[in-house]
């Protein structure tokens, strides 16, 4: 009987894994787009392509660069606490760690 508990244990980490993934890069793409949009807003060109290139701006590098990974972190926070309560709705049970 543990063998069936500890596959479904299993079944359940990776199903998780999955879910919370998916979660996290669906989140990222809406950011990132989200982000390329607000700055072509706010500035009226186009985001760094390649913040590291010599052609970039220091400035425009790294306000690119602080900007988008605060974004997307707080986004995939979001997103994983999301599929988390999805996941809770849905089994009833907290998801696997």
């Known amino acids: 009987m543990k063998k069936k508990r500890r596959a479904r244990s299993q079944k359940d980490q990776v199903t998780w894994m999955l879910v919370g993934a998916g979660a996290a890069m669906l989140a990222t793409m809406v ?55 999805g996941w809770q709705r849905a089994t009833g049970k907290l998801p696997p760690l």
């Open 31 to 85: 950011i990132e787009r989200s982000m390329t949009a607000g700055w072509r807003a706010v500035t009226s060109k186009a985001p760094p392509a390649k913040p590291e290139s010599l052609e970039t701006s220091w400035g425009s590098a790294l306000m690119w660069t602080a900007a988008s990974a605060i974004a997307v972190g707080i986004g995939q926070v979001i997103a994983r606490r999301g599929a988390a309560l």
